[in-house]
């Protein structure tokens, strides 16, 4: 994890776009004001950014990453083994060790079926590749497994079409996006997956500009969600389809969600808490950050997020029944639904 070469490279670490351009707007944004603060408290620095960008360029980079991961008191680090690409940033094993947590993985399906693809496996080869790493998963440690097909595709899911799958795979593109591909390969996976499911984490909402806002809607996943009623889904961010990932968990046993890179991008914390909450269970809310290229964001995800719990769950409920809600949300949920000792 070297230091951003620049003020204005920290500055795009705490913002989804890879526009340069961007990242000097990102100094106004209110929710990056507030992270100079409150990441100044725990570095010992003056409130400034400048003050907080000198210490990490002047703090070994382990260190520093340490120091910010360990403040989050986190028992259980659950890692997307497709982001940054193998190779390209710390592995889940190191992530663990830098934050004093247990880690585990997660299989990305995009990552596995990309695989295949460079090898230059045909249409047949490569749907038995995926359903195999698939079904070898949770014997490999992993915990779950996540799709990003909001990113290429979108979400609503179509119906089978073997054949054009194999006209997209002629093409030669090696980036898994062709609807027909992607969706043939996703319902393979999840259909390998079961038999005995992990449980499967589904990007939702919003994200940098590679995606189409609409086509994130996590609403559009109701008749996967059906058709696949034993496998639990993971909504996970879903901002601005806070209240329709609510709703889905509501109505359907197997989804859950969490509002991880919600919090900490949006301020009002308090707030996304709130719109989960007006429909979904309480244990059907998780707590995550998404954090990922640096130890900030998950500082400051798990910062907010209690502190929006607090205030949600203290203005709802009598003290003890608060707590033990917190409790579930940051916790027991995901102990139990990953099945985490």
Not at 29 to 51: D, H, N, S
Not at 246 to 254: G, M, P
Not at 296 to 303: N, R, V
Request: proline residues 6%.
């Amino acid at each position: 994890m070297a230091a951003p070469a620049t003020l204005d490279e920290f500055r795009g670490l705490f913002s989804e776009s890879p526009d340069r351009r961007q990242w000097p707007h990102v100094a106004t944004g209110i929710m990056y004001q507030r992270a100079m603060r409150e990441l100044a408290a725990l570095l010992g620095c003056a409130p400034t950014e400048e003050a907080v960008y000198a210490h990490r360029c002047s703090t070994e980079a382990d260190a520093y990453a340490a120091t910010l991961l360990r403040a989050t008191r986190t028992e259980w680090l659950l890692i997307d083994d497709g982001f940054p690409p193998p190779g390209a940033g710390a592995s889940w094993k190191r992530m663990g060790e830098l934050a004093a947590a247990r880690a585990a993985p997660v299989m990305r399906i995009e990552r596995v079926a990309e695989e295949g693809i460079v090898r230059g496996m045909g249409l047949a080869e490569l749907r038995a590749h995926v359903r195999a790493q698939v079904t070898a998963a949770r014997g490999r440690g992993h915990v779950g497994l996540k799709t990003i097909a909001a990113y290429r595709s979108g979400l609503g899911i179509g119906a089978a079409d073997a054949g054009a799958a194999a006209d997209a795979l002629r093409s030669g593109a090696t980036r898994l996006e062709a609807k027909a591909l992607l969706d043939l390969l996703l319902v393979d996976a999840l259909e390998a997956n079961a038999a005995d499911p992990l449980p499967v984490q589904v990007h939702c909402g919003f994200g940098d500009p590679d995606l189409f806002l609409p086509g994130a809607d996590p609403s559009l996943l109701a008749p996967i969600v059906g058709r696949f009623a034993t496998t639990p889904f993971v909504l996970l961010h879903c901002y601005p389809f806070v209240r329709q990932a609510s709703w889905l968990a509501r109505v359907y046993a197997n989804v859950f969600l969490d509002v991880s890179l919600t919090i900490p991008h949006v301020w009002r914390a308090a707030e996304m808490i709130r719109q989960a909450l007006e429909l979904a269970p309480v244990s059907k809310l998780l707590y995550a950050s998404d954090a990922a290229r640096t130890p900030e964001l998950y500082y400051l995800a798990a910062t907010w997020s209690r502190a929006a719990l607090a205030e949600v769950l203290g203005e709802a409920l009598p003290s003890g029944e608060a707590e033990t809600a917190a409790r579930r949300v940051l916790r027991e949920n995901a102990l139990g639904l990953y099945g985490l000792g």
